[in-house]
């Protein structure tokens, strides 16, 4: 008649259910912290940044040029060769769309 023992078992279910809830939420936090690691970096870097002097900006260009040459000395014709691909790329498939031949409409 009375459903206590009904009750108990829903009861022990509903803990265990939070318990389960909670410990997902905090892994879910602790995945979030690790994706968003590198969104924290840049916030830190951009507000660094933010507060350099301009003139101490004007000098970072010629210093990270100075920078790109030393670790990465020129390539010569593969260099070369992946400065131009992307025109050459281009100007091969516009060729090959003035060149195609017409196809026959039928209707």
């Known amino acids: 008649m009375y459903p206590d023992g009904e009750l108990n078992q829903l009861a022990v279910y509903k803990a265990i259910l939070r318990r389960r809830i909670t410990r997902r939420r905090e892994d879910c936090g602790v995945a979030a912290a690790g994706a968003l690691r590198p969104f924290a970096w840049l916030d830190r870097a951009i ?6 002097n301009p003139l101490a900006k004007l000098a970072v260009i010629p210093m990270g040029l100075l920078l790109k040459r030393v670790l990465f000395p020129r390539v ?5 060769l992946l400065r131009w691909a992307p025109m050459i790329f281009t100007a091969g498939r516009a060729f090959t769309v003035l060149h195609r031949p017409a196809r026959a409409q039928t209707g």
């Open 47 to 52: 507000v660094f940044w933010r507060h350099i």
């Open 76 to 80: 010569g014709f593969i260099g070369k």
